[in-house]
């Protein structure tokens, strides 16, 4: 491989968990009996990686394309919202090498949900599942996560440029 161009970028986003609420990581939803609170469907994994695509792209943050004062966003499916930035990229001549992320909640427990997860980003993403990674950690009850207020989330994604995409396969 010679001199590529290489783009790397980085998320983080963090949402309240409220009863009345849905819980939705990563596109899947979760039972559990409280959800996150948000002006979309309140994916804050979703959010994590669209802000870490926009990072690698230069293109500032999730606020500039989906305004929470544009009511066409409430209650959005964040998982659309993630496709529509993952275009924005394909328009930019990037696609998304491969994602690691990591979801920071004390309760419920995750780990039975990553690989339904890692499936749907996969398709949003446009890249195959083994280059999709989900964590899920605690802060052994420290915190604002660990007190249950709010479930966190931080993404780091790789791009390429979008010609490579079939050399890769
Ligand atoms: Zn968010």
């Known amino acids: 491989m010679g001199v590529e161009i290489f783009k790397v970028g980085f998320g983080y986003d963090v949402h309240r968990l409220v009863e009345g609420e849905t819980l939705i990581l990563g596109g899947v939803t979760v039972p559990y009996e409280r959800g996150l609170l948000g002006y979309s469907d309140g994916d ?7 802000d870490a695509i ?3 792209l230069g293109k500032g943050d999730i606020g500039r394309y ?3 004062s544009d009511p066409v966003y409430r209650g959005a499916d964040s998982l659309m ?19 690691d992320a990591t979801v920071v909640a004390e309760k419920p427990k995750l ?11 996969s398709s949003a993403l446009g890249v195959a599942v083994h280059l999709v990674n989900v964590k899920a950690t605690t802060t052994e009850t420290l915190g604002f996560c660990g007190r249950e207020e709010g479930i966190a989330a931080y993404a780091v994604v790789s791009l390429v440029p979008a010609a490579q995409e079939g050399a890769r396969a």
């Open 44 to 50: 804050v994994l979703a959010h994590a990686i669209i």
């Open 54 to 56: 926009l990072g690698a």
């Open 66 to 68: 989906f305004p929470d």
């Open 81 to 99: 919202l993630l496709k529509r930035i993952v275009n924005l990229a394909r328009d930019e001549g990037f696609t998304v090498n491969n994602l």
């Open 111 to 121: 780990m039975q949900h990553v690989d339904e997860i890692r499936e749907k980003l």
